[in-house]
């Protein structure tokens, strides 16, 4: 299991340098420079955030280990990314301009490979969590007749056998 994290880390920082570093944070940053009539839309801003905070935060805490904090930050990554999606699709709509569409969208890789990572990482526990569950549910269900949780039969009265000396 150490070998198939160990994988998608180094596909995790590949996606980061090359798709998180170039598109994410040099794209909007270009846009924004750029003499385009988009350049001062406040959702470059987001994307340019976005990609330095999910990417690039996101990947760190992956690689120091705390992998439900990583998935934390990339669910809120893919969250913005639609959000800018759905932004960007409203703005080109109609027009002959070019959308800038994928260049946003590498934190859905990165989504599932940290998802990936976190499964893998919690296997253990998670396989716990299962059987355990499971054992709870095979549990004998208590008895309706026998009282609270078991039936409760009275006690035979011991007799005493003195005999009949006495007599």
Do not use: D
Not at 98 to 110: D, E, F, R, S, T
């Amino acid at each position: 299991m150490n070998i198939a994290i160990k994988i998608l880390k180094v596909i995790e920082l590949i996606i980061t340098a090359l798709w998180g570093v170039v598109f994410g944070i040099f794209a909007p940053l270009s846009l924004i420079t750029g003499g385009e009539p988009i350049s001062q839309h406040y959702v470059l801003w987001v994307w340019l955030i976005n990609s330095a905070v999910c990417y690039l935060v996101g990947t760190i805490i992956v690689m120091l280990r705390c992998y439900k904090v990583a998935l934390c930050f990339r669910t809120v990554g893919l969250a913005a990314s639609i959000f800018i999606y759905g932004v960007f699709n409203g703005i080109f709509e109609g027009t002959n301009g070019q959308n800038p569409a994928q260049l946003y969208m590498p934190v859905i890789a990165l989504f599932f490979t940290t998802l990936a990572i976190t499964l893998i990482a919690n296997y253990n526990e998670i396989n716990r969590l299962l059987s355990t569950k499971r054992e709870k549910k095979y549990e004998a269900a208590p008895s309706i007749l026998g009282g609270e949780y078991t039936a409760k039969m009275p006690e035979k009265k011991k007799s005493s056998k003195k005999g009949k000396k006495g007599k």
